[in-house]
């Protein structure tokens, strides 16, 4: 154990005393880690946790609110994690807190130890509140900083030489390897891959992997490791730590950006305002006007690949700029003025060479033309033109037409390319995403209403990979229309606004959500929808008076999803009609856990072009389930057996199919059977339309 104390005494050296709180006028010294922490959230839920977030209720209107879980919870529950947040999102300091803390409780260091992990944190706005703590064994901690360039082998070669040699020992010890910024890999998807074999290699390793949600999420990710997202303070969390820390701030006008509510907090007061107007009150505070300038340029400097930038200033400065701090709060405001005083062709020549540095930069500047009442919009055009792997132009150029130049012809600008880009789909799922909220502002030009045609047929129904969906079988179907998409917010927001029915969805009024399935919905919210959408469009004359709307039976489901894919014994059928593979399709393997835009998935859609049919949501269907959740009353194979009985009990389970967002790849299929108790609700199920003949049922 030699080695091992040694390291934690050495990463305590390190890391104990590195300031987290950096005070601008010199009046007070920097404050560690250890004396100023506010425990992070997870966009994971009580609710999500408990039977995926079902919810029974009498009042619809009165849902239960959201209990997040603390990132120490999580990290202590699972063996692996991979954690996301964006830029100043407390990654590392989340991190460095859980390390310092396990390596005092093994050293027996007087400032750091399991003690300081014992914390009451509030779980939402309404001040709910539980105890974190670390649970069951305490691991030997090991903190790895990412490098650019190099692989997670030459990264552990490079700072625990020994890990494989203590592992392979005959009684191994319990090691936390915590992996920071692993979007700095030559390839971040091998890292991860290599990540999950360590896993599997060793028993007693335990594992923390954090990156930026930007260019990491979506990246295909091990079963064993479970990735959460980190979430910005909350009111409660805010006001807690100004009064815990007798910080002289208003916390209501604190961002709960973890590093920008830092810099408030050493301001003294709350600047009202975004990154930009914070930078520039704590740079202002700091150095006088030439010394702004000339950081401003250095900064800029560093960006573009010069890492001496900042050497000749180093006396005066400090080691501030060589902090976190500095790297997401600082310098982007710095670089952006820098970059503020030139041209747009040479800002978007700079900006081509370097998007991944410049991506925070950008926005800023714009805030600074505008407020400059420079004009934006060539700029914002310009940008939309550009191409890099991760779309980063085309998102902050339709970002800053939306802000800045909402001209009808600037607006079509940004659509023609924000449309273009989700249907090249070579973005990933999260960035065309994006990408898909930003349309929802500036209008979605798709048809999200589409109907597709399916053929009568006989369907191949049922699989072997579960038992419920056993035996394989056939159905006759006739034929119908199915929804291309899930019915998405604005379509359902419509009719409840139109009867009145309550719907207490957090996205029912999200304009950034329009186009994204609508969710949180019962089985009599979804057949309501449909008896009212038949009156609506027989009297439009879009369907024919013996036409109706309905939900979709199981074995129409399953015809459309699944189309002519015979059975394969032990193979799971997709819509794609081949094997699974990431980024076709919102499950849990990409770590969302969250509903996305409908139809960003282009390579997932069926051969006949519906959208959706895997992941994203689970689709309510007429189909009888039973009364058990385990086990079906109403087994394959499909027959007229009353299993189509509109008007059973609440107390029988209606069918879902088609897996949601944390839905693994073995149920987010075309076969996998799911239940819900019909008045059940959550935000991962809703629904897609089918349109047939009044005697089809």
Known sequence: MSILRSSAESLIERFGTMPLLWFPDGSRTPVAIGAFYVPLLVSYTQEDMEAKGLRKLADPNAPRPPVHFTALEMATRERGCLFFGGTGAGKTSFALDLALNLAGAHTGDPQYGLAKLRRVVARNDLGMAAEESWCGDVPWPVYCPARAGISLSDLIDEHTPWLDTELDAPAPPTVLLIIDGIEQFSDPSAALQEAGDLLARHATLRLILLGNDYYCRSLPVPDAIAQFTLIDFNSVQRANAVAAYGLVANADLMCGRPDLFATAAVLGHAVEGSALALADAWLASAFDGATRDALAHAALAYLCDDQTAFQSNEASLGPVMGSAFARTVLIPALAAHALSRTQ?????????????????????????????????????????????????????GADMIVTYDPSPDALAFARAALAEMIARGDATLALRDRAAQSLALIGDPRDLGELIAIPAGRAVIGSDTHPNSMPVHHADVAAFLIGRYPVTNADYGAFASFTGRPWSSPDAASPTRSNAPATDLTWYDACAYCAWLT???????????????????????????????????????????????????????????????????????????????????????????????????????????????????????????????????????CTYRGSLEPNGFWRGNGFRIVVARTSSN
């Open 344 to 396: 747009v062709a040479t800002i978007v020549s700079t900006f081509a060479g370097h998007p991944r540095a410049l991506r925070t930069v950008i926005p800023l500047l714009a805030e600074i033309w505008h407020a400059n009442g420079r004009e934006v919009g060539p700029l914002a055009r310009a940008l939309l033109a550009t191409r890099d792997a991760f779309a980063t132009g085309i998102l902050i």
């Open 535 to 669: 009156e609506q469009w027989r009297a439009s004359g879009r369907i024919t008076p013996d036409q109706h709307v309905r939900l979709p039976t199981e074995p129409e489901w399953e015809w459309a999803a699944r189309g002519a894919q015979p059975d394969q014994p032990g193979s799971v059928r997709y819509p794609w009609a081949g094997p699974w593979a990431p980024g076709l399709s919102n499950s849990a393997e990409l770590g969302l856990n969250v509903v996305t835009a409908v139809g960003i998935c282009p390579g997932g859609r069926t051969p006949l072009g519906i959208d959706d049919m895997a992941g994203q949501i689970w689709e309510w269907t007429t189909t009888l389930w039973g009364s058990d959740m385990a086990n079906p009353s109403f087994t394959y194979p499909y027959r007229d057996d009353g299993r189509e009985a509109l008007d059973a009990d609440v107390t029988v389970r209606r069918v879902l199919r088609g897996g949601c967002f944390s839905s693994g790849k073995m149920k987010a299929c």
